[in-house]
């Protein structure tokens, strides 16, 4: 690995950075409308969406595989 660059890539969706810039973008927006989202609901709010991100994942991964026509060998 030359300079630092990442060889291994995923979804945006399963980025911990980018679901929490989205939760901290969306906090923003409701603090601009008059309401507060405490800096530990913030944490609570990223745990439970990175955590539904992975059960659908998984779900599909599962369900993809019931689906599939051809042998896995």
């Known amino acids: 690995m030359a300079n630092g660059e990442m060889q291994a890539s995923k979804p945006k ?4 950075t980018i ?7 969306l906090a ?3 603090g601009i409308g ?6 530990d609901e913030q944490e609570s709010i990223i745990q439970l969406v990175t955590a539904i ?5 998984g779900l599909a991964a599962y369900f993809g595989r019931i689906k599939a ?4 060998k």
Request: charged share 10%.
């Open 28 to 30: 923003s927006l409701a």
């Open 34 to 39: 008059g309401y507060i989202v405490e800096p």
């Open 53 to 57: 991100v992975t059960a659908a994942g």
């Open 13 to 16: 969706h399963h980025s911990q």
């Open 19 to 25: 679901i929490a810039a989205v939760v901290v973008i």
């Open 69 to 72: 026509t051809k042998k896995v």
